[in-house]
C-alpha cells in the first residue's frame, strides 16, 4: 500500500486523533479543504486552515465550509484584501462581514465595496461610514481618552498626517463621554458616528458612546439600540455587562431579549445583571 493511500484512509478514519495526526502529514490542499470544511471535531478543522497557504484555498473554506469557526479562521489567514472583498460578496454572513473587515484598510478596496450594489446595505454602509472616513477617524484620536479606542482608530488610519495631528492632539483628560460625543455628533451624521463605534465594539470606551447615542433617540439611536443588541453576545463578560448598563433605557423593548439572555448567558454575573433589568421592567408594568 502507498503513503497515499494510507494517509487518505487516516484522514478519514472515525477517530479524530487519527484524522488530527494525518493533517499533520498531508499535503494535498484540496484535501486539507475538504477536512476543514466538513470534519465534525473543531481540532482538526483547525489544523486543516493552519496547513493551508494558498488565498484560493482558504477563500474556499471561507465560502463553503460548514462550519463558522473554520470560515472565521480561513478568513484571519488570508492577507489578501480583494479576496476578503469577494468572500464578502459571497457569503452574507454579518459575522464573516466583519471578520473580512477587521483585516481589510486598502483604501481602493473599500471604496469598491461602498460603490458595489452587489454587496450587502450593511457592507456598503459599512465601507462608507466607518472604515473609509479617515477625518473621523483622526477626529477619535484627537478626542477619546479611553487608550483602546485610541488604539483601534490608530491602527486604521492610513494618512500619515492625520495620525500625526491626532497624537499631537491629545482630548481633555477631564472632559466626560457626554463632552467627547457632543464634539463628534456636532460634525459628523450621528448614525456615521454609530456605525463607526460599532466597529470598536471590544472598546467599553465605544460601547459608552453608543449608549449616549442611544439616549439622544432618532434613527441614530435605533441603529444604536441594534448595535448594543448585538454587543450583548460579546464574547467577553464585561463587554456584555456594558452594553446591557447603556441598555437600560431601552430595556422594555427588549425584554424578551433579555429574558433569553437570563437563562443562557455563561457568565453568572451577566445573568445575575440581567436578572436586575427584567426585575425592574416587570415593576414598572405591575404599578
Excluded: W
Excluded at 448595535?227 to 455587562?241: F, K, Q, T
Amino acid at each position: 500500500m502507498s503513503l497515499s493511500n494510507l494517509l487518505r484512509r487516516r484522514h478519514q478514519h472515525s477517530d479524530p486523533a487519527v484524522r488530527l495526526r494525518a493533517v499533520a502529514a498531508l499535503e494535498d490542499e484540496s484535501v486539507l479543504v475538504q477536512l476543514a470544511c466538513e470534519d465534525p471535531d473543531l481540532e482538526v478543522r483547525h489544523r486543516a486552515v493552519e496547513r493551508l497557504k494558498a488565498n484560493g484555498m482558504l477563500r474556499k473554506v471561507a465560502i463553503e465550509g460548514r462550519h463558522l469557526d473554520a470560515r472565521l479562521k480561513a478568513v484571519a489567514q488570508i492577507d489578501d484584501p480583494r479576496v476578503l472583498a469577494d468572500i464578502m460578496r459571497e457569503r452574507k454572513n454579518p459575522a464573516l462581514m466583519m471578520a473580512c473587515f477587521e483585516h481589510i484598510q486598502d483604501q481602493d478596496v473599500l471604496e469598491s465595496i461602498a460603490r458595489d450594489s452587489s454587496y450587502n446595505v450593511t457592507a456598503r454602509r459599512i465601507a462608507i461610514n466607518m472604515f473609509a472616513d479617515q477625518n473621523l477617524l483622526a477626529d477619535i484620536l484627537k478626542t477619546v481618552r479611553s487608550p483602546a479606542l485610541r488604539e483601534a482608530a490608530r491602527g486604521r488610519l492610513v494618512d500619515p498626517e492625520l495620525r500625526e495631528t491626532g497624537e499631537s492632539t491629545a482630548g481633555d483628560e477631564h472632559a466626560g463621554p457626554d463632552r467627547h460625543m457632543d464634539r463628534m455628533l456636532e460634525t459628523y451624521e450621528p448614525e456615521v458616528v454609530a456605525e463607526m463605534l460599532g466597529a470598536f465594539r471590544d472598546s467599553p470606551a465605544a460601547v459608552r458612546g453608543l449608549g449616549v447615542i442611544l439616549a439622544r433617540g432618532g434613527e441614530a439611536g435605533e441603529r444604536a439600540e441594534e448595535i448594543l443588541g448585538r454587543i450583548l453576545r460579546h464574547a467577553a463578560s464585561e463587554i456584555r455587562l456594558e452594553a446591557l448598563r447603556q441598555l437600560r433605557p431601552a430595556a422594555p423593548r427588549i425584554a424578551d431579549d433579555l429574558r433569553s439572555l437570563a437563562e443562557s448567558d455563561p457568565d453568572p454575573q451577566v445573568r445575575a445583571a440581567v436578572r436586575e433589568v427584567i426585575n425592574e421592567i416587570d415593576k414598572q408594568q405591575g404599578e
